[in-house]
């Protein structure tokens, strides 16, 4: 985010006037929706958002959103941003990226813009498949998944898009998905976090992977399979009567009853944003014995890539002028006499 | 102390000798300083007003086992009364620090000419690590050269000894000495070299004096002559150039003025974003330091990320550059396309060096022309450029970064890893004296009918450049085939065939924008033109000159502008009956001049690693003229000896 003057604008303002071609009922339609939603409520300013995306399916998002947007290669949109938020601090950038782009051909860059902290909102779209190449298994499919490259069922073990955020050392880490009614709620706490704000949405890939997530997203399963994670609130999820508390022994989390919504005395553990190493084994949590954890996983600002660069080059220039004539001129130097 | 060979025992004298131009050689381990001794002297001599052209070998281990054959690290300066513009071929003085610069160096020195030696290295072990059976100081197999040896060891040690320093640190003075001798071999002032060390070595005053006194003390060996033979006193007279205030340079330093005098010229920020690749660091290096140009500096993850930020920040209104060596440029290739598709402004350059794949890190080649000009997918087309001296590649910089705002595209520019490491001297140049180029933004719309035409093309083909955070401007870029004008996602047939043949039409008018090409020595039609590009330039200039001096109808012409080839090229290359084109490649350029003028184009290749050699190109001249029957001259000898010896 960028501390700048809010501006008043309607979700019809931030549609651009392209026809949208994702396949319908893709759960892409959901997140540019939220998207779409979330912009007007944080007062974001047209003029001074960047939508910067790589190659996939959801890279095709920048086109759909009356913005400046940034359609660039496989897996490169985190470089691209450096460049644009380095040259202009002012902008506003939201990366689009998906499980292929930005953990397989990309891992690299998505590692360094975490770690470097440049400020902008990832927005990991996890579909468990490679969609627009018709779909071959991604990096994070599961074990077992049947595809046009893997007609037995894939081998790789699959890897975990906010664990690899963590381990980048991402200070913002979230999660939601694509039908979610909460989604903009996840995508607001990330713009107003100062620094990379990493958040994977869980979309379903209705051609390739369909119904993937319905295990904790089907409104039917949703409140026994999801935790949400809020800043000082109780771990709690099936209607506050499990909950997830502390394994003293083994120093993992384990799900807990919670009798007449005394969750205190269950142990039940509160969230805590600034909480590394609690982050840590809620993105770590075996789904099946434990809930999803969504929502704001861990947040805890540091000083972002883009202001440690302006501290430093402040620095090295202060006291110096830019004369090229005595630049050019430096060193030894002697004259010829005409 | 002197231990000199019996046929050098001759009397006594010093004389001054006065030749045109003279090729010296420091070789050492990699540790001994060659590199910091050569640079030195190349400062003295062009503070004594010769002109000069070095060429730094040095191995590509960081630190190679002491001793041995590939850790030899060399620095060659040729200079002289006379226009220099090659490193010279043959060494006339060759300064070998052990047994193994001896080896790796000695073939390379002229016949007759002078080999300084320092006994205190020639050691059984050091003997061996070089593969030396017996001491070639004694066994005779040195007799076509005159040879010094004498123990600059014991002498520097001797030297330094009031100063109180440990054997290692007193060694390393070494350098020191011996520039001192060379430097009163040569007549050169020792006192800006002592300025020199006096503030290299500020901190540490005993290590200053310890280095000066090494320095007078090699110049005072040469002085009181207790030497005899070969060492003499040798001046060579200033070369009378064009008044002005000059210094050194070597093309890295060359490139990055450049740049920002490109990018001041453009009135625009520069954004660089780098990946550490020999011999292309430099660059980095010395953009890190000046800052207060506009210029941000981003070391990236990688080859990728650093042109995929440059192109980010040309996106948003800098002047975006990135700069590597071919392996690093190959992993860019994908990102230059989406410059291409985008149209964005772009500076890429290339220090060039051999290949394929790591091949030869610190040395030079030229063969990373068809990646340049072809070396995409696509119907990729952009402009490159070729610096042909270190000096030169700061015009070529500036030019690099006109043609890229001007026309939004990225350029490539050409150098190598000699032209970026060489130094040669440079006449400062008045930054008003360069005609700027500022860019405008869009900052309206440029459609009557509302909704901005991100790419409406202007007369030249050329799309308006538009930055983020402008008001009513907001569109969307991307690397998917666009609709005319709109920008829009489209890819009907008849869009991309338009598209393919705007972009093409675009950067081939970018011939229309550059100079016509000149003839660089000799008339502009006759029996042979030879042709080069890049930092082929001074081996070429002075074979041609030396062929005329016989009285050959041979020019010399030296393109700069390889991509799109400036406009008259054609119709001169067809005023020659022959045309020659020496390349260290495979004969790349040779290629491209037969695809563009459909000539007989003659390639003249060397891959070594190493610079052409004048008479290698002397020699190639020649045989064109002994192959022609009516050649009156007969058969054409190659010059042998170009420069004088010492002993001339």
């Given at each position: 985010m960028n501390d700048m003057t809010p501006i008043q604008t309607t979700l019809k303002d931030w549609e651009s006037d392209q026809e949208v071609r994702w396949c319908p009922g893709c759960g892409d339609y959901a997140i540019l929706k939220a998207v779409q939603r979330t912009l007007p409520m944080i007062g974001a300013d047209p003029k001074n958002t960047v939508f910067v995306s790589g190659i996939g399916c959801s890279s095709r998002f920048p086109y759909y959103v009356e913005s400046y947007g940034f359609h660039t290669i496989h897996g490169r949109a985190p470089a691209f941003a450096t460049g644009i938020k380095l040259a202009n601090p002012d902008l506003d950038i939201w990366l689009v990226t998906g499980d292929?782009?930005?953990?397989?051909?990309?891992?690299n860059h998505t590692m360094h813009v975490l770690r470097r902290n440049l400020d902008c909102q990832i927005m990991l779209f996890n579909?468990?498949?490679?969609?627009?190449?018709?779909?071959?298994y991604s990096p994070t499919s599961r074990v077992g998944t049947s595809s046009p490259s893997s007609p037995v069922g894939s081998v790789d073990r699959p890897a975990l898009p906010c664990a690899f955020a963590l381990g980048s050392g991402a200070r913002f880490v979230a999660r939601g998905y694509d039908v979610s009614k909460d989604l903009p709620e996840v995508l607001k706490a990330a713009y107003y976090h100062k620094g990379a704000a990493f958040i994977e949405i869980f979309q379903n890939c209705i051609v390739y992977n369909k119904d993937r997530f319905d295990d904790f997203t089907q409104k039917k399963v949703a409140d026994d399979t999801q935790v949400w994670c809020r800043d000082g609130e109780p771990l709690l999820f099936a209607k506050g009567t499990k909950g997830l508390a502390l394994d003293h022994d083994t120093l993992t989390l384990k799900v807990v009853d919670v009798e007449d919504g005394d969750w205190q005395a269950a142990g039940v553990a509160v969230h805590n944003v600034k909480n590394r190493g609690l982050a840590h084994m809620l993105v770590e949590m075996p789904f099946g014995p434990f809930p999803m954890a969504l929502g704001v996983l861990y947040d805890d600002p540091r000083p972002t890539f883009e202001s440690e660069v302006v501290a430093e080059r402040a620095k090295l220039i202060e006291g110096k002028t830019a004369d090229l004539g005595k630049l050019l001129a430096k060193g030894q130097t002697w004259t010829v006499e005409g | 102390m002197a231990s000199i060979t019996a046929e050098q025992e001759k009397p006594a004298s010093v004389q001054t000798a006065s030749p045109e131009a003279v090729v010296v050689r420091f070789a050492g381990d990699s540790g001994d300083g060659m590199q910091l001794t050569g640079g030195q002297f190349t400062l003295s001599t062009a503070l004594a007003g010769n002109d000069l052209a070095t060429f730094p070998d040095f191995p590509a281990e960081i630190r190679a086992p002491q001793g041995t054959l590939f850790g030899v690290s060399a620095f060659q300066i040729n200079f002289g009364s006379s226009e220099i513009t090659t490193a010279g071929d043959a060494p006339d003085v060759l300064v070998a620090m052990n047994p193994a610069a001896l080896k790796t160096n000695v073939q390379a020195l002229k016949p007759g000419g002078l080999v300084i030696v320092d006994t205190g290295e020639f050691s059984k072990r050091n003997l061996e690590k070089a593969k030396y059976e017996t001491n070639p100081i004694e066994d005779g197999s040195l007799a076509k050269w005159d040879v010094l040896a004498f123990d600059i060891s014991a002498l520097t040690l001797e030297a330094v000894k009031p100063f109180g320093l440990g054997n290692k640190e007193a060694l390393r003075c070494k350098n020191m000495w011996t520039l001192g001798l060379a430097l009163w071999m040569f007549d050169r002032d020792r006192q800006p070299l002592i300025d020199w060390l006096k503030a290299k070595f500020a901190k540490n005053p005993v290590l200053a004096d310890a280095n000066i006194a090494a320095l007078n003390a090699g110049h005072a060996y040469g002085e009181t002559a207790e030497l005899a033979g070969p060492l003499k006193k040798l001046h060579v007279d200033p070369v009378p150039s064009e008044p002005g205030l000059y210094r050194t340079i070597t093309g890295a330093e060359a490139v990055s003025l450049g740049l920002v005098a490109g990018a001041k010229l453009a009135d625009l920020p520069m954004f660089f974003g780098g990946y550490p690749i020999t011999p292309a660091s430099a660059i980095l290096h010395n953009l890190v330091k000046i800052k207060e140009f506009g210029v941000t500096t981003f070391q990236a993850e990688d080859e990728i990320a650093a042109i995929c930020a440059a192109i980010g920040a040309s996106y948003a209104g800098q002047l975006g550059v990135t700069s590597s060596s071919g392996p690093g440029i190959a992993l860019k290739g994908e990102a230059m396309g989406l410059a291409i598709m985008t149209e964005l402004p772009l500076v890429i350059v290339n220090s060039q060096r051999g290949g394929p794949s790591t091949g030869l890190p610190t040395k030079t080649e030229q063969s990373d022309l068809y990646q340049a000009v072809?070396?995409?997918?696509?119907?990729?087309?952009?402009p490159v450029i070729a610096a042909r001296s270190p000096a030169d590649a700061f015009e070529c910089a500036i030019e690099a970064c006109r043609i890229a705002v001007q026309?939004?595209?990225?350029?490539?520019?050409?150098?190598?890893?000699?032209?970026?490491?060489?130094s040669e001297p440079w006449k400062v140049p008045d930054p008003a004296s360069f005609e700027p180029f500022p860019v405008s933004f869009l900052g309206e719309t440029n459609n009557p009918d509302g909704k901005v035409l991100p790419f409406k093309r202007d007369e030249r083909g050329v799309r308006p450049w538009i930055k983020p955070g402008t008001e009513g401007l907001m569109h969307r870029i991307g690397g998917i085939e666009k609709g005319i004008d709109t920008g829009d996602i489209d890819y009907a047939p008849q869009v991309h065939q338009a598209q393919t043949d705007a972009r093409k039409a675009k950067v081939d008018g970018v011939a229309n924008a550059i100079p016509a090409q000149d003839v660089c020595l000799g008339e502009e039609s006759g029996k042979l033109a030879v042709v080069g590009w890049g930092s082929?330039?001074?081996?070429?200039?002075?074979?041609?000159?030396?062929?005329?001096?016989?009285?050959?109808?041979?020019?010399?012409i030296h393109v700069r502008h390889v991509w799109p080839l400036p406009a008259n090229l054609g119709e001169l290359l067809k005023g020659f009956d022959r045309v020659l084109v020496p390349e260290m490649n495979t004969g790349q350029f040779k290629t491209v001049l037969r695809d563009q003028f459909l000539i007989d184009a003659v390639p003249l290749s060397k891959t070594s690693g190493q610079p052409f050699a004048i008479?290698?190109?002397?020699?190639?001249?020649?045989?064109?003229?002994?192959?022609?029957?009516?050649?009156?001259?007969?058969?054409?000898?190659?010059?042998?000896?170009?420069?004088p010896?010492?002993?001339a």
């Open positions: 292929g782009d930005g953990l397989s051909i990309g891992g579909n468990e498949i490679y969609g627009l190449t018709k779909g071959q | 072809y070396g995409r997918n696509g119907d990729a087309s952009l026309f939004m595209t990225p350029v490539i520019l050409l150098t190598d890893g000699y032209i970026g490491n060489a082929t330039f001074g081996p070429i200039h002075q074979a041609v000159r030396r062929a005329r001096r016989k009285g050959l109808s041979v020019s010399h008479a290698e190109i002397e020699e190639a001249i020649a045989s064109f003229f002994d192959g022609i029957p009516d050649n009156e001259g007969g058969e054409v000898p190659v010059n042998e000896t170009q420069l010896s010492p002993e």
